[in-house]
């Protein structure tokens, strides 16, 4: 199998975000980034799929050189090879997926892999256009039935299945009222969820054979994707500050002010 997988560059959940005073951006010094969650996930079970069939795993990434750190981060998980889409302007969903249609067009997979979404923006749109710009079957919010600490997670078993004559995949996705199995012919692109799998962390000598794995640079320009966005942000908005919390001597008092001031009884 050829499998290409998404890694974006997000902020550190951990690190403090702060909106500009002119609402224009969120304060981007001495900020630190890493690899989008659900996109690790999504590199650890293509890994997965690799080693259990095997193939290799191409990693792509769409930003400015920065971005390359998160490529070599990928790379030294065990992926085979990295692509750079080389852009520092803005981007919206669309012009996203379109820079993906043409890599993935140049790549051939025979499945992509992506986070549900990015824990920046939290859109949740990106495999969704990829998949309908391609033509493709998808399978949204991979997850499983087997829990984390399962023996087939300890055995890092592949949670997408390839069926048996390997046309198509079965995937387990969470739905409201429990676990649904989807079957999409391939090629096709999966969406990943946070109870897929537990990524591994990089080995050193992973570490070290990313260094000499290549990355093969592209820009919107060599692809053909007019990549202008088509959605603006206006404006950026710190959330309201929450009040202190206070203690209530009883519960009659509790029932009354959840009446009369909360009004939600």
Not at 26 to 55: C, Q, S, W
Not at 131 to 150: H, I, P, R, Y
Not at 208 to 234: C, F, N, R, W, Y
């Amino acid at each position: 199998m050829k499998i290409l997988v998404t890694a974006k560059r997000v902020e550190d959940p951990e690190s403090k975000i702060k909106v500009k005073p002119d609402g224009s951006d969120i304060v981007k010094e001495g900020l630190k980034y890493k690899i989008n969650p659900f996109d690790e996930i999504g590199v650890e079970e293509g890994l997965r799929l690799a080693a259990a069939h095997g193939g290799e795993v191409v990693v792509v990434s769409i930003g400015p050189k920065e971005v390359q750190e998160q490529l070599r981060h990928a790379l030294a998980m065990g992926a085979h090879k990295a692509v750079w889409v080389n852009h520092t302007g803005p981007l919206d969903q669309l012009g996203i997926a379109g820079l993906l249609q043409k890599v993935v067009e140049l790549q051939k997979p025979d499945v992509v892999l992506l986070g549900k979404q990015s824990i920046d923006d939290d859109q949740n749109q990106v495999g969704q256009y990829l998949a309908e710009f391609l033509g493709w079957g998808q399978a949204t919010f991979a997850s499983k039935v087997e829990s984390l600490e399962s023996a087939e997670e300890k055995a890092k078993a592949p949670a997408v299945k390839l069926t048996a004559d390997k046309k198509s995949v079965q995937v387990v996705r969470e739905v409201d009222n429990g676990l649904a199995t989807l079957e999409v012919q391939l090629p096709a692109i999966v969406t990943t969820d946070l109870r897929l799998n537990q990524p591994r962390y990089a080995s050193l000598p992973g570490i070290m054979k990313a260094k000499s794995k290549p990355i093969e640079e592209l820009t919107p320009e060599k692809l053909g994707v007019d990549v202008t966005p088509k959605i603006q942000v206006l404006k950026l908005a710190s959330p309201p500050a929450r009040k202190a919390g206070i203690k209530v001597p009883d519960v009659a008092t509790l029932v009354e002010k959840l009446h009369n001031e909360a009004k939600v009884v």
